[in-house]
């Protein structure tokens, strides 16, 4: 041991310089430099097998580094880099530039490099602008560079000249003519408001990136890549983890292997129409799909159906995405029970910024079973287990959930215990069914042998003597213990859906108007009123999703209701057969969009007498362009009018359309009808007024 710290010295001293030594010959030869010193500096980078790049170097997280090039960026990992050499520092290089230049265009070369955006050098591109403007006083893109005006054919000063052509100074720098200025202000005044300033965050989302940018994200479980912003594209990441997290508690290895362990691959597009153009065949109503063939999930980022988005179908995807790592031949399986499941944990799932809940009822499917129960288009047990697949909105959605929730859930509703019901055949179908080749062989008669030992199982478990005291006890269960969640809530004639569906409604003060019950409202409708029980005028509120996703800043930032009526007819052209002709009404250029009172935009249409297509109508509680409660002279009330009236026994319906959420599309409607909408009579056969819109 030394002696002493001189002794100790002696010692470290030849190791640290070697250490020295070593360190700068790497340096020098291979360029390596902690990552951290590079960030802020001008570097070249040589990579493997690749071009080399020029750049300054923004961020280094330790996999790859940020590089800003002259115009664009780069993320550059760190396995593909052979050396990084440092550059010289743009003050130094612009010294070496300025020395050689000669004329005004050579200042004005430079200007160009110093405005790059890894040079970044402001000061000094305005000093060589004016270098070369002392050269060549009329030099066009110099003149242009420096902000100058060029007003019958002299350049003059950026104010002077500006001036001279009645242009005012904005708050942002930029020289408007009055009427510019005046539409900046009122669209600077829109974007204060939340509501609108997120719409507009919400289309930057579906803006994205090209797919040729895009990493994919790696999880312990999954693959996404997803083309809209990075943070979003994360956001989902995380939540397929967190899915998986919950399945894996309720799925233990020891009863269900993974048949298959490679990771999830997952392809999230920016938005609804080019994840549609990616596959046309799908049709507009689809949210997402697993593709059984590359096991891969497929969705787009926005709004799905009247309250879901895209967490819920991938919610919806990912138990399809492990179905197939746990069932050894998921193609054989019966489409009630994959479908059924798939309700079950993705559409019945409660997602938060605090995690993922599951065995929650989902809203809709329940909504269309109990509906079907109360019509003929209930499909009993028997059929239902034999019903094949083929089309996206087959009972087996719905009807396959309303089968395995009474399994999982009954019991807390009085019913038997079907949990043993569940476990034992979802074992079954995991390990046991035909290989599909042979399946497909025989399918309706697979169907039937699956079918037969369903049954089987669900009698022995539950003492049930027959299917049909069964269905009796389950449809008792659908109807009267499962309660139908409300998109909104009433007081008086007001009804808010604020919350879930983003939208208010306050319906006309009419004595004879009554709330339409939770129960007995059709598919489409959110919220309704009514005159009759089995007849007479309704009305009705619709939100559906935005099929559309085409829309940039002028739906929020102004758009007049003949736009949005316009929209309509589009949505109905694209979407055939799921919207019926209706009678449109148009604001005839007035705003569609203003700062309401509790500083939200709203809309208050008055309605009065009997409209026609196209007819204008008052927005804000102007109600001037309305016609009058009378027709023509000599005619009676309610009677074909020569200006368009509706004409009584014909089949009319009026809606206000219009739009304020990327995801949402809403539809306010009016009609006269019968119990079943099917056939309208006459209606408006008087005044209605103030339907006010509020989000």
């Known amino acids: 041991m030394p002696r002493s710290l001189k002794d100790l010295s002696a010692l470290l001293l030849p190791t640290i310089a070697c250490g020295l030594l070593t360190t700068l010959f790497f340096v020098s030869v291979f360029g390596f430099v902690d990552a951290a010193s590079w960030v802020g500096k001008r570097v070249k980078i040589e990579r493997k097998g690749l071009p080399v790049l020029e750049g300054r170097v923004l961020s280094d997280d330790g996999v790859k580094i940020e590089l800003q090039r002259p115009y664009n960026r780069l993320w550059i990992r760190h396995d593909s880099i052979a050396r990084i050499r440092p550059l010289p520092k743009a003050s130094e290089e612009l010294k070496t530039r300025s020395a050689i230049c000669k004329t005004a265009k050579d200042w ?8 790059r955006g890894d040079v970044q050098l402001k000061n000094a591109a305005k000093k060589c602008l004016k270098e070369a403007l002392k050269i060549d006083p009329k030099h066009e893109r110099a003149n242009q560079m420096f902000g100058n005006v060029k007003v019958r054919g002299q350049w003059y000063g950026e104010e002077e000249g500006n001036k001279m052509l009645g242009k005012v100074k904005a708050d942002n720098g930029k020289w408007m003519t009055p009427e510019e200025m005046e539409e900046y202000e009122r669209q600077k005044k829109i974007k204060a408001n939340p509501r609108i300033a997120a719409f507009l965050d919400g289309l930057k989302t579906r803006e994205g990136r090209p797919w040729a940018t895009v990493e994919a994200i790696e999880t312990e479980h999954y693959l996404v890549k997803c083309n809209s912003t990075e943070p979003v594209a994360r956001r989902y990441s995380q939540l397929m983890e967190d899915l998986y997290e919950k399945y894996d508690e309720l799925f233990d290895e020891d009863e269900f292997p993974r048949y298959h362990d490679e990771k999830g691959t997952v392809y999230i597009f920016r938005n609804r129409w080019e994840y549609v153009d990616f596959k046309p065949r799908i049709g507009p109503f689809s949210g997402g799909y697993y593709d059984q063939l590359d096991r891969a999930v497929r969705a787009f980022h926005g709004g799905f159906g009247v309250s879901d988005g895209t967490e ?22 019966p489409p009630w029970l994959v479908e059924g499941m798939a309700v079950y944990y993705g559409d019945g799932s409660e997602i938060t910024k605090s995690g993922v809940q599951l065995h929650v009822i989902p809203r809709a499917r329940l909504r269309t079973l109990k509906m ?21 909105f087959g009972p087996y959605y719905d009807h396959g959930w309303g089968v395995i929730y009474w399994c999982l859930q009954g019991e807390k509703y009085g019913e038997k215990d079907g949990q043993n019901v569940w476990d034992r055949y979802l074992k079954h179908v ?34 049930y003597s027959s299917v049909s005291e069964w269905e009796k006890d389950y449809r008792k269960f659908v109807m009267e213990k499962l309660e139908l969640e409300a998109l909104g809530s009433w007081k008086g004639r007001s009804w808010r859906g604020i919350d879930k569906v983003g939208l208010g409604l306050t319906f006309p003060a ?8 939770e129960e007995e409202l059709e598919p489409y409708e959110a919220a309704a009123m009514r005159t009759e029980k089995d007849g007479g005028l309704r009305i009705w509120v619709t939100v559906a999703g935005n099929g559309e996703e085409q829309f940039g800043e002028k739906f929020a930032l102004g758009t007049v209701a003949r736009q949005i009526s316009g929209f309509f007819e589009r949505v109905r052209y694209r979407r055939t057969g799921s919207f019926s002709p209706r009678v449109h009404v148009s604001a005839d250029g007035k705003p569609f969009y203003y700062a309401g009172e509790e500083d939200f935009p709203v809309i208050t249409a008055s309605f009065s007498g009997k409209l026609k297509a196209n007819q204008a109508v008052g927005i804000g509680g102007n109600d001037a362009s309305s016609p009058s409660k009378k027709g023509k002279k000599g005619e009676k009330k309610g009677s074909k009018t020569e200006n368009g009236g509706l004409e009584p026994g014909k089949r009319y319906r009026v809606s206000l359309a219009f739009l304020m959420s990327p995801e949402k599309f809403y539809t306010v409607l009016m009609a006269g009808s019968t119990k079943a909408h099917a056939r309208m009579a006459p209606m408006f056969d008087g005044v209605i007024q103030s339907i006010k819109i509020e989000f």
Not at 316 to 330: L, V
Not at 510 to 517: G, I, K, Q, R, T
Request: with cysteine; glycine share 4%; proline share 3%.
């Open 108 to 115: 004005v070369k430079v200007a160009i490099w110093c405005k």
């Open 312 to 333: 819920e179908v991938l919610a919806h995807e990912a138990t399809h995405q492990f179905q197939g790592w746990i069932f050894k031949e998921m193609m054989s399986a």
């Open 372 to 392: 079907a129960m109360r019509t003929k288009r209930y499909r009993p047990l028997e059929r239902l287990l034999v019903t094949s697949s083929g089309r996206a």
């Open 430 to 463: 995991a390990h046991e069914l035909l290989p599909f080749e042979e399946a497909r062989k025989r399918w309706g008669q697979h169907l039937v042998e699956e079918k037969n030992l369903f049954i089987e199982i669900l009698l022995e478990e539950t003492g």
């Open 510 to 517: 009419a004595s004879d108007l009554e709330v339409v019950p």
